[in-house]
């Protein structure tokens, strides 16, 4: 599985963005998917996960409310739609997909068995 990620950029306080994350192969779909970040300087954290039937969505605290993320299996596809952001939403957004935990993704990166390069959002005050 190959992920690509983008849809990233520069806005201000309160702007929207959605991130796009492709996926190549036709195991895609029964796949969990999530969307990890990593600002300058911190380690990596989690930001959202979506169960294989998009059925299970989890979020991190800091952007649950703000961030909504969905799948298109047709497209192969992960989103991460981004609301009301804020300074502290500057990072590097990677999407990853986990081939194990289907059904109840999990928060952790190192579940993850494929990455994506990153896109870089930065949110400017």
């Known amino acids: 599985v190959q992920l690509q990620a983008s849809g990233g950029g520069l806005v201000q306080t309160g702007a929207s963005l959605r991130l796009s994350c492709a996926a190549s192969g036709r195991t895609f779909s029964s796949y969990a998917m999530g969307w990890f970040r990593q600002a300058p300087g911190k380690e990596r954290e989690f930001v959202a996960a979506i169960g294989w039937s998009g059925s299970r969505t989890y979020y991190a605290d800091s952007v649950r409310g703000r961030f909504t993320i969905s799948r298109d299996k047709f497209k192969n596809t992960v989103y991460l739609q981004m609301n009301s952001l804020k300074a502290e939403d500057t990072a590097v957004y990677l999407c990853?997909?986990?081939?194990?935990?289907?059904?109840?993704?999990?928060?952790?990166?190192?579940?993850?068995?494929?990455w994506g390069q990153g896109t870089l959002v930065t949110v400017s005050s």
């Open positions: 990853a997909a986990d081939a194990q935990n289907t059904a109840y993704p999990k928060r952790t990166g190192t579940e993850y068995d494929y």
